[in-house]
């Protein structure tokens, strides 16, 4: 698609399960990010893969969460035993290496 | 650790106004700075971006300044439209890292 795309956009969940959320970046972009934004704050950085380098994980607030990129193309994050504080959306956002970051309309994740 | 901040959670203005929406930066590194625009339900778009060496740059009624003396950023929304309400954040980031730090955001309010 013409933008990066997000799936599912909402999900709610029950305590203690795991969620994967999914992202498809724009065609060509090696840069792929993972950003948490809760209701009425900013956006929080997660997790950023560059092509082929190892992934900056510094920002996943817990081992509860992982991110992969397959082929260097989708991207996964998992939350595993979901916590009622991760409700948030996700934000996955792409871009060419140095160049403008474009974000999807974001996964609206609600744990109960 | 490095942050960007603004100065005003909530900004009211009369359609056909000029806007402006301050930002505060601490990271004297950072090498570029990033409008985003986001509408209720969807995720951040580009509005604009300045390189730290410049100080100044103009899109389509917006411009941007940027103080590295006072490490201030601001966007300057001419005649301000209904369609201009949002949240705005402002973003810097790093060449060597390309990972974007966000502020809180300011919500721009447009009202007849």
């Known amino acids: 698609g013409a933008g990066v795309s997000q799936s599912p956009s909402n999900k709610v969940t029950e305590k203690g399960k795991d969620v994967e959320l999914r992202c498809d970046p724009i065609?060509?972009?090696?840069?792929l990010y993972w950003y948490r934004q809760s209701l009425g704050q900013g956006l929080e950085f997660l997790i950023y893969?560059?092509?082929?380098?190892?992934?900056?994980k510094s920002g996943l607030p817990s081992d509860r969460f992982s991110a992969e990129r397959t082929g260097g193309s989708v991207s996964t994050l998992t939350i595993q035993r979901t916590q009622q504080e991760d409700s948030a959306v996700y934000l996955c956002?792409?871009?060419?290496?140095?160049?403008?970051?474009?974000f999807g309309e974001g996964s609206w994740l609600t744990v109960v | 650790g490095e942050s960007v901040g603004l100065h005003l959670p909530t900004l009211s203005v009369q359609e056909g106004d000029n806007s402006i929406i301050n930002c505060a930066y601490s990271?004297?590194?950072?090498?570029?700075f990033i409008w985003y625009k986001q509408e209720s339900g969807k995720g951040p778009q580009f509005i604009i971006d300045?390189?730290?060496?410049?100080d100044k740059r103009q899109g389509q009624r917006v411009t941007v300044l940027l103080n590295k003396t006072v490490k201030h950023l601001s966007l300057q929304i001419a005649a301000t439209q209904p369609g201009d309400s949002a949240v705005y954040f402002c973003?810097?980031?790093?060449?060597?890292?390309?990972?974007?730090?966000f502020g809180t955001g300011t919500r721009l309010q447009v009202f007849p």
């Open positions: 300045i390189r730290s060496n410049m």
């Open positions: 956002a792409s871009s060419s290496s140095g160049n403008t970051i474009y």
């Open positions: 990271n004297s590194a950072s090498d570029y």
């Open positions: 893969f560059q092509g082929n380098s190892a992934p900056d």
């Open positions: 065609s060509g972009h090696t840069a």
């Open positions: 973003a810097e980031g790093e060449d060597n890292t390309d990972k974007l730090i």
